[in-house]
């Protein structure tokens, strides 16, 4: 492997570190002298780029990450070749992988760290499965977590789409980390990835894997052996290798690490709810050892600010009906214990009719109550009174009308539905459209904390301190995803064969987009640019019949976009 650091790739990209080697590609940390701006470039090796099935393979991968826009996904640029360098570009993430955190612990890891980390990537994982494709190789060493602790999903090099019969490569994936059904050679689903899921979460609980091949009966190599006992042998028990587990997060990895993918959970999704539900059990968090002391002698456990931010009354990755239900059943509990701490209240009060006044979103803040310091009991009558406490304003939110709506990525029907609200469910806002007539939300998008996208006010009811909200400038559109073929009519070597180009341009919104054809190899040739206009989000076929005529020998085809985003396709072909 020759070294690349300090070499300029494309004219563009400078090489500033290796970063590690696959079996398919070496990865750089690169300069985008253009955009000023630090990229991960994924080289595939100079050997099989001469491959047609690993170039193929290499576009599926690239092809795969274009489609899939989230934030816990490593972000792709783009597709390019210098040469016959071809490479990939992505997000530089700057920090360590999963496998290295694992590492580092030499056991089991902290339980609220195992959540932080598995609720984005089952947040990641259903979006793929969602959009139809499978990862198939989901593992430590494929999840990234940057300096500021985001998660990243990454490495979709084996990536299939499940509404696809494309072959499956029998037995992709890591063998430590592979389903019953990857072992035996069969199509990975989605419940492959919960598995998989499974494998890891069992690893980040106990510091070690289930499955390492030493209570295998037969396997020739070490890998046949954990092959078989993925096949055949039960998980050991969570709680011999950790004590601190409780039996309710025993069921939940049992049941993501079922032989039978039937027996599975349903989904990504509702794998991370169970474990948050067995990790942050009901009524745990009122501890009778630590506390406030309120007149009455009942203690309140004083809220941990390290844990909520300031004014996010609005928790999209958690079940907002499991937690407005422990909230309303925690106040219920706290009246009829002061009313049992303190007999005269109920003569006091006598009896009441309480009128009820229906707000019409459930706000989360917290309001720390009034220490009263006391060391005797003084009857109830000469107790000063409790300050009436103001209500902060409500945080705007927006829920949907009728139905479930669309989550776009720009303002306007024109632009691509990246997300939804579904009915019952509510988005903080955090911008608007215009100062006045405003007709779209900038919202918190629920399926991807951390991205925000725009609802339509119509389609909507607002509730909340709406005075403030400023306004939000549209996106730039950009092309999401580009494709090419090539189609050759053949006649002779030594004369020239008319080459049919076939491609798709898609964008996520209105724009202009620039791109033209470039042939290398025995031959090397570049279209002049043309200019693809998108009044909306959508794909356009483009192609050229007549310009392009070429002599027998082996090519590349280049379909590149330039503007507004620098994108392309590849296809490699011979003539004849």
Request: include cysteine.
């Amino acid at each position: 492997m020759s070294d690349l650091t300090g070499k300029v790739i494309a004219d563009r990209y400078r090489v500033e570190e290796f970063i590690g080697r696959g079996g398919m590609a070496e990865v750089y940390k690169v300069w985008d002298t253009r955009r000023s701006t630090t990229l991960a470039m994924k080289l595939l090796h100079a050997d099989l780029a001469l491959d047609r099935a690993w170039l193929r393979q290499f576009n599926r991968e690239a092809e795969t990450l274009a489609r899939l826009q989230h934030p816990n996904i490593v972000r792709f640029y783009g597709l390019g070749q210098d040469g016959e360098q071809i490479f990939m570009l992505m997000d530089f993430i700057e920090g360590r992988s999963l496998k290295q955190l694992i590492f580092n612990a030499n056991g089991p890891l902290p339980l609220e760290q195992v959540l932080n980390i598995m609720r984005p990537l089952c947040q990641a994982l259903q979006y793929a499965h969602y959009e139809g494709y499978v990862h198939a190789d989901v593992k430590p060493g494929n999840v990234m977590i940057d300096k500021s602790g985001r998660v990243m999903l990454n490495d979709f090099g084996i990536a299939r789409m499940t509404q696809t019969g494309t072959a499956t490569l029998g037995g992709v994936g890591t063998p430590a980390y592979m389903s019953p059904e990857q072992a035996r050679s069969e199509k990975p689903t989605p419940q492959s990835d919960i598995y998989s899921l499974g494998i890891l979460l069992y690893e980040m609980l106990t510091g070690e894997r289930p499955f390492n091949g030493e209570h295998a009966l037969t396997g020739e190599t070490a890998d046949d052996r954990v092959r078989w006992e993925q096949l055949h042998q039960p998980p050991p028990s969570l709680r011999n290798l950790n004590r601190n587990l409780s039996l309710e997060i025993e069921q939940v990895l049992f049941k993501t690490l079922s032989k039978d993918p039937g027996q599975r959970y349903a989904g990504a999704l509702e794998l991370s709810q169970a474990l948050e539900q067995a990790i942050l059990k009901p009524g745990e968090a009122m501890s009778s050892s630590a506390g406030t002391r309120l007149a009455g002698g009942l203690k309140v456990v004083p809220v941990d600010k390290g844990t909520m931010k300031s004014g996010d009354a609005f928790d999209p990755r958690r079940s907002s009906k499991l937690r407005l239900a422990f909230a309303g059943l925690l106040v219920v509990s706290v009246v009829i214990l002061i009313i049992l701490n303190n007999p005269g209240l109920m003569s006091a009060f006598g009896s009441v009719t309480s009128t009820a006044t229906s707000l019409p979103v459930a706000t989360r803040t917290v309001t720390t109550p009034r220490v009263i310091p006391s060391q005797t009991r003084t009857p109830l009558a000469s107790e000063t009174p409790l300050p009436t406490i103001t209500p902060t304003p409500l945080i705007p939110v927006v829920m949907a009308k009728d139905v479930s709506i669309h989550c776009r990525f720009g303002p306007g029907i024109n632009w691509e539905a990246v997300s939804s609200l579904q009915l019952g469910e509510q988005a903080e806002i955090v911008g608007k459209n215009s100062e006045l007539n405003y007709t779209w939300w900038y919202v918190k998008d629920l399926l991807n904390p951390g991205q925000f996208c725009w609802v339509a006010v119509e389609v909507t009811n607002a509730y909340g301190n709406l005075t403030l909200i400023p306004v939000v400038s549209p996106p730039e559109a950009l092309v999401a995803d580009v494709t090419v073929r090539t189609i050759v009519d053949f006649e002779a070597c030594g004369g020239l064969n008319p080459v049919k180009l076939r491609g798709t341009v898609k964008t996520n919104g209105p724009a202009s987009a620039d791109y033209q054809w470039e042939i290398t190899g025995d031959a090397n040739l570049t279209t002049e640019p043309v200019t693809l206009v998108f009044d909306s989000a959508g794909t356009k076929n483009v192609a050229d019949d007549e310009s392009i005529k070429l002599d027998c020998g082996e090519y590349t085809l280049r379909l590149h976009v330039t503007e507004p985003n620098d994108t392309s396709s590849l296809d490699r072909f011979a003539i004849p």
